[in-house]
């Protein structure tokens, strides 16, 4: 069977452990409310437990969890100049 390989980073933290990619449960405040996401990717040292999170899981998490998620945006509404009543009223007549 052919072996994983996974990358792994010295510890900036303690400097003797390693970080390796582990899957957690993370754990974040929204206003009041504790919100929990299990299996979370996210960079353990193996010696003092330093945590680093992945920025891309970071990023999508923060999109899921921003409340203007699935909103449509604000449509741009377009200035019309204001109506020439003469040219309103007087059409040009049809030359044959």
């Known amino acids: 069977m052919a072996e994983e390989t996974h990358l ?9 452990g390693v970080l390796h990619v582990r899957y957690i449960t993370y754990f974040t405040w929204l206003d009041d409310e504790l919100v929990s996401v299990p299996n979370f ?41 204001p109506k020439d009543e003469k040219r309103d009223t007087i059409r040009p007549s049809r030359v044959e």
């Open 8 to 16: 792994s980073y010295p510890c900036n933290e303690c400097q003797a």
């Open 41 to 81: 990717p996210a960079w353990v040292c193996d010696v003092c437990g330093r945590r680093e999170y992945d920025q891309r899981a970071i990023a999508w998490l923060t999109t899921m969890l921003n409340p203007e998620t699935g909103k449509p945006s604000p449509s741009s509404r377009r200035i019309r100049p």
